[in-house]
Each structure stands twice: as C-alpha cells, then as structure tokens.
C-alpha cells in the first residue's frame, strides 16, 4: 500500500560542531518520503520555486518518490538556515524565508486520492485539515504540528486535531496543547481532542505511544521505543519528520493495523531518525540498504531485550 | 547474599503541588536501604543524632534492615527541605542543615566486612574510598556522586571512581565528569576513569547501562530500561537511592553476575524508582509487596516488549 507526504520542501543551510552544509534539500516532506520510501511506494504533495532543480527531484525520484504532487510556483523556494551548538537538541534560527511556502495551498491531485496512508507534515492546521477532507477514505492519516500553532491557531489545531488518527509530536508539545505538566495526563487530554494514538518523541531518549481505549486492539499501557544513544548527532535537523517516514511507511507495508504493528512502527521510526541525524540533511537517508535498516532494528531490539 | 548501603540518614520536610511532610525519615541510605530490602538482607552504616528516636528506626527494622552499623552523635540528624514545582524533575532546596553528618566518618562494624555487596551512597568521595578499601573483598560495588563533588573535589572524585565497579549517576553528572556534551562519548570517557559499567539515569526517561568493553560478558551494545510514564510524581526525592537499592538488591539476591542479570536489575531499578516517587518520603517503599514488584517489572517488560 502506499503513503501520502504533504509538507514542506526547503533548502536549508544548516551549522553544528560537525561542520556546514549550504542550501541542501531539505523539508519535512523530503525527509519523510526518503525515510518512508524504504518501506513502501511514497507521493507528496508539496511546493517548490524556480531555483528547485532536476538534480533536487532526482534526490526523491531516485528514491521511488511519486514527485508528481509538487507544485512549482513563482519565486523561490522556501528557504531556512541554523545552526546547532553542543546541545543538539536546540536548533538557533539564523534565516526563516517561506517565499513560495507562504502561499502554499495543497491540493490533491485526483490520481493521489486513493492513497492509504496520508502523513500530515507540520503546516497551518487549516490546510492540513483541507488535505484531510480530500482523502476522508484514508485508512490512516499521521499528523503532525509544534508550538507555533499550538499558540497561535489553538482553535483551528483542535478542529485539525480530530482528522488525525495518529499525532507525533514531541514531550513539550504535548505539554503545551494539554496544557498539563505530567505527560502522561497531558498524554490523556490530547486524546480526549480525537486522535486513536499519540506518539511522543523524546529525542535522544526515544519515543512512546499511548493509546486511546481500546483503539488498534486491547491493551492497558502506552509503549516506549528506546532510542540508539549516537555518539555522533551531526545534524538534528528533520528526524522528526524522518520518524514520522519510518512510522508510516512501515504501517503502510503492513497488510493489518493493530498495536503490535505500530509498536514495530514506533521502532522503525526511531530507526529512520537515527540515520537521519548521522550526516547532514539528507545525505544519510539517500543511500541506505534494508540490511542496514534491519541491522539498526535488531540493535534497538537488544537494547531493551530482555532474556 | 547481603548487600552494604553506606550514606545519609535524614529528617526531609517536602513540599510539592500534592501537599507536605515534615520531617519524614530520608537520606540516602534510608530509600536504598528499603528498596534493596524486598531482594536482599541489607545492612546500612550512616550517621544520626539525638533525634532519631525508636520509631525511626523501626522502619528500617520492619524491613528486616540490620540497623547495627548506624553511628549514634551528639547533635541533630541531618536537615533538609525542599520544593518541587510543576516540573518535578527540578528541586529548590530551601533548608541544608549538616548537622552530625558534617562529621560523618563511615567505619564498616567488623561483622559487616564480609558482606559481598557494596553501594556507596553520595557522600564526600575520599570518605567512599575509605569504606571501599575495608571492604576491598566485595563481589561488586556500586557508587553514586552529584556535581558537587565533581565540581569541587574533581581529583578525589577521580580517585574513588577506581574502587566503584558500576557508578550510577544522571545524564548531567556524566556530561559534567566526562567533560562532554554528547552522552555516549561522556559514558566512554567515565568508563576509562575506571568502572566496570555505568549506569546513566534517565528520569521519567529510563536508565541506560555502559559497559566497558568485555565487562561482564560479551555484547557491543548498551542497555536501556524504560520508565513507566507516571502521572503522579508526587515527591521525586530519593528516587535515585531507590534506583541503587532495586539494581543492587536484585544483583545481591542472584548466583551470578553477568549481563543479563545486570539488564534485569536495571528494571528492577526503574521498578523501585517508580514506587518511591508515588507518596512522600519513604511512605511506598514501606509497604509493598513482591506481587506489586512483580507486576510492575512485567509492566515496564511489556512498555517495550516486541513479540
């Protein structure tokens, strides 16, 4: 089955103690497809300026990556730099330039409509709730979202809330749109909003999910994905989104839909964000093979395996 | 076989957003003394003062704990009181009032030197490496310190790491002591001060274990143990003692040492962590049972349990 990605395209140039990349692909619907492309058949939808190359959609093509979803408008594309110091888990925001973002308005071409899976990257909840409406036969729509909506657009990010089956956000989010300290109770008020399942990314500590009753099976606790300590995280950028692209690329390769499949999802997310932030934009996700994916998989396996 | 806790006793008066107590029994030795009392016989060495009265000692003592090794001072128990806010993971400290453990000299009682194994609870490091070198035919011993002590007694700290074969600390005092900001290549850095293993707290996170290359058996990889999400962290304090006391208790309750069974401890760890941090002050750990234990180790099993 295949999974839909409607997001961001960018270029980023992006700074830590590893070193610099200027203007490389990035985006949240880049990092999603690649990552997912490794599971199952991916298209996005996503706009793109005059400066977005052949060589740039070769990056996805080469992937497998239905491209046909991108829109080209005038002007360019969207534009972000940054720069990470010895904690890599705060990006410093150099330049934000949305240029052809800003007026992104994704629309599904009908050809996409039938697609399983849908992955709502991080944009304005309105939209997201738009796309949601064009694909109301999706078996699973994955969403995402961060602080800026979570505080500007409270209203709209709740109505967008209830199109998602399955929201991935990070611990501080899930504070703020439960506006509750304790994750587990803000956990529980964000489900009380709509979705199936919430999955919480803790960076370098992994990710858990909790589940609404009796959704996707039975089951009384959330699960927890550990994550791989890195050594050496060169560039956080986009392992969200990554996650996000392991989570619902396996789901979709998946012939069922049930916790132990998401459980498994939860950990090859965290696989996909692991490899993304090994190198710099998406240099490490362009060039993977499934043994490596299995191998990394095994080794989260082990790290909380008991005998 | 029997373990040794040497560290604090305590008068603790906490305040948190689910209410207060005043001058309950604490100190570290107290919360790993009872936590390792559900694996193991427990023998503790600490210092108290006039205060610490009949009652007080019969908490120990209900748990089958040998109480012979506390010193009896002129003076006061020591002091504290503290303050956690919304985010529990934080704590002010409001009052720090030595008293007779200013002049705390830990000396193992004869009878205790055969005990095979050891933790030695966060106190002055010169202080633990004298109790480490009466004890120098222990099967295994454990050790905690803060930044304190490896802010200001950094070449001491450095010293006494070399008699702990696994080192229990938080993530900051492992970046702190490796002079890193990167947590597994801190982790490897400790390692080489000396210890077997190292085991990394987590918080709300987990714990992870380092192990230093051919330590206790083969493996390439760490291990990480999940925490449950709670979401009622009434009083964080003497969670990490407690953590010491489970990992410790279990490894002392077991014919052998090895991977495994240190990969079991680490939840037993997380198990007893989770208990201490539901009421104030040692309340939990008083009165559990090993069915409550045993359900809450296959609880925090299944958090992570693939099939």
Redesign the interface.
């Known amino acids: 089955m295949s999974v839909l990605g409607v997001g961001s395209i960018a270029f980023d140039t992006i700074a830590s103690p590893y070193g610099k990349v200027e203007r490389v692909l990035g985006g949240s619907a880049t990092y999603f497809a690649l990552a997912a492309s490794y599971f199952t058949k991916v298209r996005i939808v996503a706009v793109v300026g005059d400066d977005f190359a052949s060589e740039h959609e070769q990056v996805l093509r080469r992937r497998g990556v239905d491209t046909c979803g991108i829109q080209r408008a005038k002007g360019k594309t969207f534009f972000w730099a940054g720069e990470y110091g010895?904690?890599?888990n705060e990006a410093k925001t150099l330049v934000t330039e949305l240029n052809v973002f800003e007026q992104f308005h994704p629309e599904v071409p009908a050809g996409y409509r039938d697609t399983e899976f849908l992955f709502l990257g991080n944009i304005q909840p309105t939209l997201q709730a738009h796309v949601g409406r064009q694909m109301n036969g999706a078996k699973l729509v994955g969403g995402d979202t961060m602080n800026y909506w979570i505080n500007h657009t409270p209203r709209e990010l709740v109505e967008t809330i209830k199109v998602f089956d399955v929201l991935l956000i990070n611990d501080a989010e899930v504070k703020a749109l439960g506006h509750e300290?304790?994750?587990?109770?803000a956990?529980q008020r964000v489900l009380a909003m709509g979705p199936q399942a919430l999955v919480v990314k803790?960076g370098?500590?992994?990710a858990?999910i909790f589940f609404r009753e009796g959704a996707f099976g039975i089951g009384r606790?959330?699960?927890?994905?550990?994550a791989l300590?890195?050594?050496?995280?060169h560039d956080p950028t986009g392992a969200g989104d990554s996650f996000a692209g392991g989570f619902m690329g396996y789901i979709a390769s998946q012939g069922e839909l049930n916790r132990?499949v998401l459980?498994?999802a939860m950990?090859y997310g965290g696989v996909m964000g692991s490899f993304a932030v090994e190198r710099f934009g998406t240099e490490r996700l362009q060039n993977l093979t499934s043994e490596e994916i299995q191998g990394r998989f095994q080794?989260f396996?082990?790290?909380?395996?008991?005998?």
Chains 1, 2 share one sequence.
Do not use: C, D, M, Q
Request: charged letters at 30%; aromatic letters at 8%.
């Open positions: 010895a904690n890599v300290s304790s994750l587990p109770r956990a803790h370098e500590y992994g858990t606790h959330p699960f927890r994905a550990p300590p890195i050594e050496e995280v132990e459980k498994r950990f080794t396996r082990e790290l909380t395996h008991l005998e």
